[in-house]
């Protein structure tokens, strides 16, 4: 049984995710959190298994919480209305599994749940898009989502490259080629190399 808490600020919200998520089989609604104290704290006395976060919160926002839950075992899914791509980079790092909004459809939230609860990091598209895209303008400060260098193993993965062949095109350990694709992996928000080498074509990156 997958053991959620919800933390949002709107109640007819947390209702609807209660009644919906209690359908489910496999998972049960332990708990919900009006701001982020709360949900810093009942992850502590209830200790879920995933937690599903509203980003614009009193007291205590959701990066806040998420910043202060770092190290937790509780698996955290941002689930927010504000289509801002610039919170996806630092809910990320604060340590959030996943990202999606609030218009995703329910069977797709349930799936975004187990597959969060099995270890895997999930991002709604446009989230995937915007770590991927820097935002432009002269607001945009600090380097790329993705660096130059997971740029390049992307675009040899997608040219269907070994971590060996790519180690030996960039003249770097196999190891370290590893990494890289743990990074591109996780930061596109998808669970294996096809479906990396399927979004670099998409997106011209290839």
Not at 53 to 82: C, E, F, N, Q, Y
Not at 162 to 183: D, F, G, M, P
Request: cysteine-free; proline content about 5%.
């Amino acid at each position: 049984m997958i053991r959620v808490l919800i933390a949002d600020d709107h109640p007819v919200v947390r209702q609807g995710l209660r009644t919906f998520l209690d359908l489910q089989d496999d998972i049960t609604v332990v708990g919900e959190a009006a701001d982020g104290e709360q949900a810093v704290a009942l992850v502590a006395e209830l200790g879920p298994d995933v937690l599903l976060l509203d980003l614009k919160m009193p007291v205590l926002d959701g990066l806040g919480a998420l910043r202060r839950l770092s190290g937790s075992a509780t698996r955290a899914i941002v689930l927010t209305s504000v289509s801002d791509r610039s919170d996806v980079g630092p809910a990320l790092r604060a340590g959030a599994a996943g990202f999606l909004y609030k218009d995703v459809a329910p069977g797709a939230l349930v799936q975004a749940v187990r597959a969060v609860h099995g270890g895997q990091v999930l991002l709604a598209p446009e989230a995937a898009e915007a770590m991927l895209t820097p935002s432009a303008g002269p607001a945009a400060t600090g380097p790329a989502p993705l660096t130059e260098r997971e740029r390049e193993v992307l675009a040899l993965i997608a040219a269907g490259r070994s971590n060996r062949e790519i180690a030996r095109s960039l003249a770097v350990a196999e190891k370290t080629v590893k990494t890289h694709v743990s990074n591109v992996l996780m930061k596109l928000g998808v669970q294996d190399r096809t479906q990396a080498a399927l979004y670099a074509v998409r997106h011209g990156l290839a």
